[in-house]
């Protein structure tokens, strides 16, 4: 029998096989080493390890380990960045956490906070092409449109004057949903009715704000407006307000107090906020009466006032209001404009409402996680004189001690102390720790622990504002800070606050330790990591942190701010100051994410 001649090719098939397998993994080696050293995809790569090891840091034990090194200065790396589609992170206001919670009394779109085991330990970078902010006053009227580039509201709003996209700008006009030719204007209407310009009204409070045009044209009247609003399908409208120099807090009014004292605001504004105020047996009407100051204006445009199909409402909020003897000053177009009596409300009535007097277990100034009350704050429940009329005007209330400061033993002498004692360090800071305050460069302040707001009241004259925090696990001064005309909130620092990031030029602390510590106990609730990662959150790129503590505090401090990135220095304090005290001066450095990093 012949045999079949098979050409080389054909032969010992598992033979050839196996090399051609071995041959093809080799160079399949080498074509991998030449693609992670020379081309982009190596730091692609190389970026997600990194988030990896980042992301493990939410593990317990490595996490507090990491705390643990950063806080002994044995972690020589900077902190890691978070990922790129952070940029905007707000820890505590995350929808794609909290859209999981009851839509109740819009109790999802309140504050609910990550534990500090849950979050990774990184650093927000700023988006790409971000710039060093548009300087007050010019930001009022523009801002950078590469710092947050969302043109929802400019598409949806820009006919009614909110806001608009102008080459590399958003441009301001001033206008609003219910003022589309501009909230001057409108201011010039509500002064018919209200003592604006006078110095009798100082601190306001505009509620549901959009991009705030109501809040930046009250500034030039002399009056001072906090703004708020929720995080919304606006997405930004609060970042906006910051970004344009504007006092602005993001915030819900859902199941709880919003974080104020009672009777703090002059005047509360709500422009098409649509907060139904008559639901819930007027628990919303009720919320705003406990924070209007009495002799306050409160004043609503927008539905459902005179408002087409909404007459059962209109009916309801006028009956609420005369239920609460406030007396209705001008009903004009679709705007309403309310004064509370300046004395106890006319309660208990008959009311279709159900309200009746809180008892004298009812602290109202206690709002720190406090469930709503539906149940009316009696003006006589809170010492002091703080009506409209019995009060300094301004600005003469700002250094006038207010009589709610007696709630603290001394607390006259303490408050007088006080405002001398701030006066001497912020001219320290200015003219020998070079702190830039009083120029163009520092427009938004915060004070992460403000006591009764002396700091604040000794930058009087620069072109600044204040965010004053009263810490909520010290003693409740906040009502004293809005007495002398200034605005803030009440927050606990083992949490993170309810801004954007990037919204603060300098931020301002003195005692940061306590901050963290249990109230009359050497034991720490929560680290100075998370704080200082939290406070590089809220602070723009080159903005200024200072912080004040015991020379032992403030190194391991200064250890810290090298992680996150900080460019520090260490500075003994005042000559006249007593006590062991130095002063971190620090600057953060205006860092980007790199291919290798996003």
């Not at 459902?304 to 009903?331: F, S």
Request: hydrophobic share 40%; with cysteine; net charge positive.
């Amino acid at each position: 029998m012949g045999h079949l001649n098979l050409p080389p090719s054909k032969r010992n098939p598992r033979q050839w096989k196996l090399l051609d397998i071995v041959s093809a993994f080799f160079f399949a080696l080498v074509l991998l080493f030449f693609l992670l050293v020379f081309t982009p995809l190596g730091d692609s790569l190389a970026a997600s390890g990194r988030q990896a090891l980042l992301l493990s840091t939410s593990d317990s034990k490595q996490r507090h380990r990491l705390v643990e090194l950063l806080e002994l200065g044995h972690h020589h790396q900077p902190i890691e960045a978070c990922p790129a589609d952070s940029v905007d992170h707000m820890p505590c206001e995350d929808p794609r956490r909290n859209s999981q919670l009851s839509r109740e009394m819009n109790f999802y779109r309140e504050r609910h906070c990550p534990l500090p085991d849950e979050t990774p330990l990184c650093l927000i970078p700023p988006p790409l092409g971000y710039k060093i902010p548009v300087q007050w006053p010019e930001s009022l009227h523009k801002i950078w449109h590469s710092n947050m580039p969302h043109n929802k509201i400019a598409d949806r709003k820009g006919h009614q004057g909110w806001m608009k996209e102008e080459g590399p700008y958003f441009i301001f006009p001033g206008g609003g949903t219910m003022f589309p030719d501009g909230a001057a204007s409108y201011i010039e209407k509500l002064g018919q009715y209200i003592p604006i310009t006078s110095g009798t009204l100082r601190t306001a409070l505009d509620m549901g704000c959009g991009v705030a045009s109501f809040g930046g044209s009250m500034l030039k009247e002399g009056i001072l407006t906090l703004s708020f609003a929720p995080r919304d399908s606006h997405k930004a409208q609060i970042q906006f307000v910051l970004e344009r120099g504007i006092p602005a807090f993001v915030l819900m009014l859902g199941t709880r107090r919003l974080p104020f004292p009672a009777f703090a605001f002059d005047l509360i504004h709500c422009s098409r906020c649509l907060i139904p105020f008559t639901a819930y047996n007027a628990t919303y009407f009720v919320e705003v009466d406990r924070l209007l100051r009495p002799g306050g204006y409160l004043v609503i445009s927008g539905p459902p006032v005179q408002w087409p199909k909404q007459d059962k409402e209109w009916t309801d909020l006028q009956a609420v209001a005369r239920a609460l003897c406030y007396e209705l000053i001008a009903v004009d177009g679709n705007t309403a404009i309310w004064k509370k009596p300046d004395g106890d409300s006319c309660l208990p009535n008959q009311n279709e409402f159900g309200l009746e007097l809180c008892d004298g277990s009812n602290d109202p100034s206690n709002a720190w996680y406090f469930k709503l009350k539906k149940c009316v704050t009696k003006t006589s429940s809170v010492n002091g004189e703080y009506a409209i009329g019995t009060i300094p005007k301004w600005p003469d209330r700002l250094t006038t001690a207010p009589s709610r400061a007696l709630v603290m033993k001394n607390g006259i002498d303490l408050f007088e102390a006080d405002t001398r004692r701030w006066a001497r360090r912020v001219a320290y800071y200015k003219n020998t720790l070079n702190v830039k305050l009083g120029t163009p460069a520092i427009r938004n302040v915060m004070d992460m622990n403000a006591f009764f707001g002396g700091f604040a009241a000794a930058l009087k004259s620069d072109p600044v504002w204040v965010m004053n925090v009263v810490p909520a696990r010290k003693p409740l001064t906040l009502d004293v800070i809005y007495d002398r005309g200034l605005i803030g909130v009440y927050h606990d620092w083992c949490e993170p606050f309810s801004t954007y990031p990037r919204t603060y030029d300098l931020i301002h602390v003195a005692g940061i330790e306590s901050l963290i510590k249990l109230p009359g106990s050497s034991k720490s609730r929560c680290n100075l990591v998370d704080l200082m990662v939290e406070i590089d959150r809220m602070l723009r790129p080159e903005g200024t942190v200072v912080i004040r503590d015991s020379p032992e505090v403030i190194e391991k401090v200064a250890r810290i701010a090298r992680a996150v990135r900080w460019s520090a220095t260490i500075n003994d304090k005042e000559p006249e100051s007593h006590g062991r005290e130095n002063i971190l001066v620090a600057t953060k450095t205006f860092w980007q994410l790199t291919s290798s990093s996003s």
